[in-house]
Every structure is written in structure tokens, then in C-alpha cells.
């Protein structure tokens, strides 16, 4: 006799068709808000997946849609897609910080310089910036060199004013070395709403 048929294989179990019993004790489904936790929900068995699926069956027979009343709606009209622009770099906190100390020095240069005691006695107290003669006229201020005639449908702001802002027309002679006609001299508001512009404009270009 060998030892299989002395120690015959055991016959299969019958598998159980009743769902197991949740091991949740009753402090955790109070806990869970008096449900049963997800881990310790009873899995369904293949009759009960069998007899959902015929159910999902039934609802989309023909029978079924032969008596759906038909889509009437207008459909749903999709978004026309927006034309590409060009990525704008994300700014360097370093860099930035460089670049406003170096402005920094440069400007505090020039108010040391001779061309800033020229303009000062220049503008005498009065705004050099050109004013457009129609309020509704876009730009509204725009700076252009002193030794150059006023464009047509602008004129010379002349307003007095006691805390005059220096305005450059060009970076090229920056920091002391500037020419009296790089420079335009007026009030805080026509020399915000310029750089306004400018910025407005440099926007323009960089998402274009």
C-alpha cells in the first residue's frame, strides 16, 4: 500500500450561499454613525451580480426605447478654442531683486547729477507732460521730449505742482549720465497714467 491511498485527499466542501456576518463591533459602527464600515460590508455573491446585471439589461431593451421620447433640445454648443499665446516666464525673485537694487543706485545717481539740477530749473514747478485736448482721446497723457513740437491734438499740461516726478525717455545714458531732453518732468498723476500705458503695452507684447 503507498501512502497516497493510505492518506486519501479529503472531499471539497461545499461553499456556503449565506453572505458572512460583519465582525464590526457595535462601538465602531457608532463611531462609523450607526453604518457599517466599508471594509466590513459582506461582498455580494455571483447570484446577486448576475441578477443586478439582468436588471441593467431590462432597462435598455428596445422595447424600452422605442417609447423614450426623442432629444428636442437645442445641443450644447462647445466653446471656440482660445489662440495661442506665447508662455510668460515666471520672474526670478533673485533676479527682480538685482535688477530694482541696480535701478535704485542708478536713480539716486542721476538726482545727484548736473542734468537733474537742469530739468528742475527747467520745469520750474509746472508738469512737462502733454495732455490730449479731446478728454476721450486714448492715451489720455503722453511724454515726448521737450525740444520737440507737441503732436497734433496735444498740448503742454503747465500745471504748478510741489512733488514733481522725473519720467525717462531712454535708459541708453542711465544712471548720471543722462541729457536734459531724456527727461520729462511732471505731476505723480500724468507720470502714472505714462507707465501705465507702457506697462499695458509691454503686456501686448509679450502675450502676442
Do not use: W
Amino acid at each position: 500500500m503507498t501512502l497516497a491511498n493510505a492518506c486519501p485527499k479529503p472531499e471539497p466542501r461545499e461553499k456556503s450561499k449565506r453572505k458572512p456576518v460583519s465582525k464590526a463591533s457595535p462601538k465602531t459602527i457608532a463611531k462609523n454613525g450607526g453604518k457599517l464600515p466599508f471594509s466590513s460590508i459582506a461582498k455580494p455573491t455571483p447570484e446577486e451580480i448576475r441578477e443586478r446585471q439582468e436588471q441593467k439589461r431590462k432597462k435598455f431593451t428596445p422595447a424600452v426605447l422605442d417609447g423614450l421620447k426623442p432629444y428636442t433640445s437645442m445641443p450644447r454648443q462647445s466653446s471656440p478654442m482660445p489662440e495661442r499665446t506665447k508662455r510668460i516666464p515666471k520672474v526670478n525673485p533673485k533676479r527682480a531683486a538685482k535688477r530694482d537694487k541696480g535701478y535704485a543706485a542708478g536713480l539716486k545717481r542721476y538726482h545727484a547729477s548736473e542734468t537733474a539740477k537742469i530739468v528742475k530749473a527747467r520745469a520750474d514747478g509746472r508738469c512737462e507732460f502733454l495732455v490730449a485736448d479731446d478728454a476721450e482721446r486714448i492715451p489720455r497723457v503722453i511724454a515726448v521730449r521737450v525740444d520737440r513740437p507737441a503732436p497734433k491734438g496735444y498740448s503742454r499740461c503747465n500745471q504748478p505742482c510741489r512733488a514733481m516726478q522725473d519720467h525717462h525717455l531712454t535708459y541708453a545714458r542711465f544712471g548720471g549720465d543722462e541729457l536734459p531732453e531724456d527727461i520729462v518732468r511732471g505731476e505723480p498723476g500724468c507720470h502714472e497714467y505714462v507707465e501705465a500705458m507702457k506697462a499695458a503695452h509691454r503686456r501686448r507684447r509679450r502675450s502676442a
